[in-house]
């Protein structure tokens, strides 16, 4: 026959068990979402391994415009266009520091009929035309104001002012379109998981009304601002503090962002090998890919892309490849 002493520890126990699953399934619901949207098909992929047009050696920046899918071919040092369908049209750069050179291109953004093209290794932004002609350079390598250690990604505001994802100064600069410094998140070369601070951060871009979201890429969280520069909210994890996984609207290295025309944010989750698609308020909506080298599969998507039409396009990093999706109806 049981003592009391060992049936009160089974009471014990058995509460404290189901506090804990209570407490598992209440966690649940609030920090996994469910998708409230239909995902993404997969429509085409083109590329591969090499030198060649049309091939890629760590593809890590996209952009498109007027029909044009723009890639950072980084490792070489060039910028490819192609047809929304993947047909080579042609590229520009080569490897160097020159104006017009390139040292390891990242993410892409397009404005004005412009190309800003954040160089990794040479620690600036250049500005082409879309047609590949050099017009000007921007910042140096350095810890100061203005100055960058690997730029990841660049914002360009309706006024020409650049919010740039400066990598391993663990900051994010606001500069005028000359490069003038106006002002920083983050302290410089000290990472964080406040609000306000970063863990190498790699993109930049604003929404229509001015916010700035910034991908705290191994911070594994969204980071969003007014326009005057406040904070207003982060999301990725419990509490958005740093803490990685693979659930809806969770990251392993939140590293390339893009709005869609509706408005909502479309972000390359690395490590996940996936893409996620959120409101602007940070509500899941769905997610497309997983890992693998066929079709509608990722290896470490690295850059993401939306058209006029709704259609994603994915610079797929490891594959050597572009993939193009579309919206499911």
């Known amino acids: 026959m049981a003592s009391p002493r060992i049936g009160r520890f089974w009471r014990i126990a058995g509460w404290v068990i189901g506090v804990l699953v209570i407490a598992m399934v209440i966690g649940w619901f609030a920090f996994v979402p469910s998708a409230k949207e239909p995902g993404y098909r997969f429509v085409m992929a083109w590329g591969s391994k090499g030198e060649g047009p049309g091939q890629f050696e760590d593809p890590t920046g996209i952009a498109v415009a007027n029909g044009e899918v723009l890639v950072a071919d980084s490792r070489n040092n060039r910028i490819q266009v192609f047809t929304e369908n993947g047909r080579f049209l042609r590229m520009f750069g080569k490897p160097g520091k020159a104006l017009g050179e390139l040292g390891r291109p990242m993410n892409l953004t397009i404005h004005d009929n412009e190309l800003y093209v954040p160089e990794y290794f040479n620690d600036r932004i250049q500005v082409f035309a879309l047609d590949g002609t050099p017009k000007r350079i921007i910042g140096r390598s350095g810890t100061g104001p203005g100055q960058f250690s690997a730029p990841g990604g ?84 419990p509490f958005a503090v740093g803490i990685p996984g693979d659930f809806n609207g969770w990251f392993r290295v939140a590293i390339s962002l893009a709005f869609g025309p509706k408005g909502n944010l479309f972000v390359a989750d690395f490590y996940n090998h996936r893409v996620q698609k959120f409101a602007p308020d940070g509500t899941f909506l769905t997610k497309f890919g997983h890992k693998g080298i066929g079709p509608g599969q990722f290896d470490h998507p690295i850059a993401v892309t939306v058209a006029a039409d709704g259609a994603v396009f994915v610079a797929d990093f490891s594959n050597s490849r572009i993939e193009k999706w579309q919206p499911r109806q």
Not at 157 to 165: I, K, T, Y
Not at 189 to 214: C, E, Q, S, V, W
Request: zero cysteines; hydrophobic letters at 40%; charged letters at 20%.
């Open 154 to 237: 660049v914002a360009v505001g309706a006024n020409g002012n650049l919010f740039l994802a400066d990598f391993y100064n663990q900051r994010v600069q606001e500069l005028r379109p000359d490069g003038t410094f106006l002002r920083q998140w983050g302290t410089t070369k000290r990472k964080g998981h406040f609000a306000g601070d970063f863990i190498y951060p790699t993109d930049a871009a604003l929404a229509g009304n001015g916010d700035l979201f910034i991908a705290d890429a191994y911070g594994n969280r969204i980071q969003v601002f007014d326009r005057s520069g406040k904070f207003l909210t982060k999301w990725g994890g």
